[in-house]
């Protein structure tokens, strides 16, 4: 093709050519650029659904990692956190970066777009000049030429003369000049009008402008609020928010879903453009075989200089027509000149000759807007803006659209780890800081409790009379195990006590009450120890209850209070625990 050999083709347009095409049955099939054909359209849709599947398989690879995330619960080093975040700032950057492309490829195409409308333009405005030619033409002719040609013939009837075959030229050249004009000149040239009359591009460029202002500002839009989506996650990395990244990992699932959709729109704008870039005269003439003869698309899409143009017959006719005339009116004139008074005859000569040069001169634009270079110059133009720029455009618009798809999935992936991690992270050390204080008040509460053996604050004479009457040394028993209820002193022990430190008089009785009580208190306590072995193995399973809670709940109010509660007598903790079942 004439055309297609001088197009500025850029090398995507012959790589996504060869992309195969296959319909449903996946047979291949041919590529030539048939958006009407069902069958071409099976191909475009079956290319366009790979960007799709890549979806959907990112989307069940993205789940079944959250699957296998919601049920980990190990901790992890506090070190692993400054690696997510600097990993997650890099692919944002980089997404960054991937949707910036798209702004280029954007503006490319924008321009690409506007250099074809141009040049839509050029020609429909060339058009529109051919229009307003024949008009004139015509307007000249029937509104000049004509009238003049009939008031002169009405002064050579009432002017008559001696030599009437002087006279009998004159009438016959009028005649003659009137038919060519009628028959020849007006119907050629209106021939050429109804040629191009129903062809008007003016719609065309108001509908690609308007599509592209839409296509533009929807790009920018959607770019700029996926940028928005990535400061998002560079907020949340920065505050160590968990809301802000679970919020970007259900937009980043949106952005990706938007980004796969728009590659598998580019892909098959893509391959569709590059498929009519290849051989892009079949299509137009069948689109302008709607609008016009077959010769004359051919004639403007090719201009094959070897190929006659399909206005040269009209174009001939009505030149040879208008020789005639002024040929003949110039013989009218020198005859008139030599029989008729030149005051009477010359204005009217003249008004038709001014006129019959006018129609000449305006034949001769319509010939040269008619002819093909100037046209098929702007038909370039457009299929090179097209091939070349806008192709490249769309070209990056699916680099961008498919890469920041991918940059979305690494960054929700890595995003639904980060905020899991922190998860973990913040309720192991709320843990471990709860245990610590746990135990720190369980030991002071039970070093302050003056009613646990061997407390620090068990130096009074009860507790020292309770040791001395236990043997000295005494049973000590574990912190955290069941302390046997606390055996009252029984009825004269502390009466002994005081006799012993002073009354003589009491001695042996009171001595004989002390053997008899610690024998009784020894029996006593043995009991409850070997109770006490008895239930050891199952301390965690039957929570202790009964007067000694009393410890574990004052470690509980010790854990939970303030400071306040924290340094309250123990006396009032153990009457609000009295009734209280404490779970260790």
């Known amino acids: 093709m004439e ?16 992309t195969p095409h296959i319909n449903l049955t996946l047979h291949q099939v041919g590529a030539k650029f048939e958006p009407t054909s069902s069958v071409y359209q099976e191909s475009l849709g079956i290319i366009g659904s790979v960007p799709a599947g890549i979806l959907i398989l990112t989307l069940l690879i993205l789940l079944l990692y959250l699957l296998t995330r919601c049920c980990d619960t190990r901790p992890r080093k506090a070190a692993s956190i400054t ?7 890099l692919f944002a950057l980089f997404t960054l970066g991937a949707l910036g492309v798209s ?6 195409v924008h321009e690409g777009v506007l250099v074809a409308t141009r040049s839509v333009e050029h020609i429909n405005s060339r058009l ?8 004139l033409f015509d307007e000249t002719i029937q509104h000049n030429l004509q009238p003049q040609l009939n008031l002169f013939k009405e002064t050579i009837l009432k002017n008559e003369i001696e030599n009437m075959t002087a006279q009998m030229f004159i009438l016959e050249s009028l005649n003659y000049m009137m038919s060519n004009i009628s028959d020849v000149l007006l119907i050629n040239v209106e021939d050429i009008n109804t040629k191009i009359a129903p062809v008007e591009l003016g719609g065309v460029t108001r509908m690609l402008l308007f599509g592209e202002m839409i296509r533009r500002v929807a790009t920018i839009g959607i770019t700029g609020l996926l940028m928005m989506f990535v400061f998002v996650l560079i907020v949340g990395v920065a505050m160590h928010s968990r809301c802000t990244l679970i919020t970007f990992s259900v937009l980043g699932l949106l952005s990706m879903i938007v980004c796969w959709g728009l590659a598998s729109v580019y892909l098959v704008v893509t391959v569709g453009l590059s498929d009519w870039c290849m051989d892009p ?23 094959d200089p070897t190929h006659p143009s399909p206005f040269s017959r009209y174009i001939n006719h009505a030149q040879q027509a208008a020789d005639l005339v002024l040929a003949s009116l110039i013989k009218v004139t020198k005859v008139a000149d030599q029989h008729y008074p030149r005051s009477e005859l010359h204005p009217r000569l003249d008004r038709l000759l001014t006129y019959l040069n006018q129609s000449e001169r305006t034949l001769s634009g319509v010939t040269t807007l008619l002819e093909c270079p100037p046209v098929h110059s702007h038909y370039l133009t457009l299929l090179n803006s097209t091939c070349h720029q806008s192709m490249s455009g769309v070209v990056y618009l699916l680099l961008s659209a498919a890469g920041s798809g991918l940059l979305f999935t690494l960054l929700v992936w890595f995003t639904s780890h980060t905020w899991i991690y922190l998860n973990h992270k913040s309720v192991s050390g709320v843990d471990s800081n709860v245990m610590r204080d746990a135990r720190r008040e369980s030991g002071s509460s039970e070093e302050r409790d003056p009613f646990l053996p061997g407390g620090r604050g068990g130096g009074g004479s009860r507790g020292g009379t309770l040791n001395s009457l236990g043997g000295g040394g005494g049973y000590m028993r574990p912190r955290h195990s069941h302390t046997p209820p606390q055996t009252p002193p029984f009825p ?5 006590m005081a006799g012993l430190g002073g009354n ?14 610690s024998q009784h208190h020894n029996q006593h306590h043995n009991q409850h120890h070997n109770q006490h072995q008895h239930h050891n193995h199952n301390h965690y399973n039957h929570p202790p209850v009964g007067p000694n809670q009393g410890i574990c709940c004052i470690n509980t109010i010790g854990l939970h209070g303030t400071r306040r509660a924290r340094t309250a007598s ?13 779970v260790h």
């Open 103 to 108: 702004i280029w490829g954007n503006e490319e």
């Open 281 to 303: 005269n079949p299509f137009l003439d069948t689109q302008l075989n709607k609008l016009v003869a077959n010769d004359v698309a051919v004639y403007y899409l090719r201009c």
């Open 128 to 135: 529109h000049s051919l229009r307003n030619l024949t008009k």
């Open 504 to 517: 003589g008089a009491s001695s042996p009785a009171t001595v004989g009450t002390l053997g008899r009580d």
């Open 3 to 18: 055309a297609s050999k001088k197009i500025l083709q850029v090398f995507w347009v012959e790589w996504f050519h060869r």
């Open 570 to 582: 123990i006396d009032t903790k153990r009457q609000s625990c009295a009734s209280e079942t404490c």
């Open 83 to 89: 690696c997510l975040k600097v990993t997650l700032v």
């Open 492 to 496: 004269g022990t502390f009466d002994g």
